[in-house]
């Protein structure tokens, strides 16, 4: 059985016509009556009733109708997902990110790749630095988004994006009403910090800015993602330095300030595995950078 023979059967079985059949397939139709005879002859089943006046189908060829359809549906399905998987259009993209990258467009941009690339499977695994050198390598996430760290010879980085830390103030904090906030005023005040353990990288270029300050930071009390970070601080329990990107959640009870000497950069890197390439993951790098 070959979907040819599929194709002309479900054309002469809707248009109960060999004529029409014959001027919608772009062929004659002596070649299209002796095609379904050949047809009918390999199934060993008559599949219509012909008569002078009309076709009719039998209630094989009812049978046959319906499976035809689903047939030549899945069918074009699969060339569909094929071509578009030449051009990096289908199959399955897992993504790591820290957590921060939800403020940087990240689900906006999965929403929006997925609804115009439907046969792509979007997987998000939050997953800190070291975790996502660790999944490069053995192959369990396909593209990173990460802070700066020591990577191994097999993860490629690139520098995604470069912003300012500001200052997170509750919103009743006495500088909250401040355009720019000099970090040596809140030398007293208890900082909100992630364990080192989390960022070792951030976490000492953050202690390292206050002391350039003038100042040993009071780290009171410790949460391993940004959000949590701002969420202790609405509730007051501190003070924190976080990305820019934060300040687009809109906290009412939080107030994001510049500071007046610019500390060291939040970067993201971009991580993928050297030596290996995705076009799922390059198409869907041009939707986040949109994003």
Excluded at 120 to 138: D, F, P, S
Excluded at 143 to 169: I, M
Excluded at 255 to 267: A, I, M, Y
Aim: aromatic residues 8%; hydrophobic residues 45%.
């Amino acid at each position: 059985m070959e979907l040819k023979q599929l194709r002309y059967f479900v054309a002469v079985a809707e248009e109960l016509h060999f004529g029409r059949a014959a001027r919608r397939l772009f062929i004659s139709q002596p070649a299209l009556s002796f095609d379904i005879r050949r047809f009918e002859e390999q199934l060993g089943v008559k599949l219509l009733e012909r008569s002078n006046k009309a076709v009719a189908l039998t209630n094989a060829g009812h049978v046959l109708l319906g499976e035809a359809r689903r047939l030549l549906q899945q069918a074009d399905e699969v060339e569909r997902v094929t071509t578009r998987s030449a051009h990096g259009l289908a199959g399955r993209l897992r993504i790591g990110f820290v957590n921060s990258m939800l403020y940087r467009g990240l689900p906006e941009a999965v929403q929006r790749f997925e609804a115009d690339h439907p046969s792509v499977e979007i997987v998000l695994k939050e997953m800190n630095t070291a975790e996502q050198a660790r999944a490069l390598q053995q192959l369990h996430i396909d593209l990173g988004f990460a802070h700066w760290g020591h990577f191994p010879a097999e993860v490629e980085t690139h520098v995604w994006s470069s912003e300012a830390f500001l200052c997170c103030l509750p919103v009743e904090h006495r500088l909250a009403k401040r355009r720019r906030i000099d970090l040596s005023q809140l030398s007293r005040d208890p900082f909100i910090l992630f364990p080192r353990a989390v960022s070792p990288h951030y976490h000492d270029q953050i202690i390292a800015t206050c002391v350039d300050a003038g100042f040993s930071p009071k780290i009171r009390h410790e949460a391993r993602l940004w959000q949590t970070v701002v969420t202790m601080v609405e509730f007051g329990m501190g003070v924190a330095l976080v990305p820019r990107a934060l300040a687009s959640a809109q906290s009412q009870q939080a107030v994001f300030r510049p500071l007046t000497r610019n500390p060291f950069p939040s970067q993201i890197l971009r991580l993928t595995r050297a030596e290996s390439h995705s076009d799922v993951a390059e198409s869907f790098v041009t939707f986040l950078r949109e994003a």
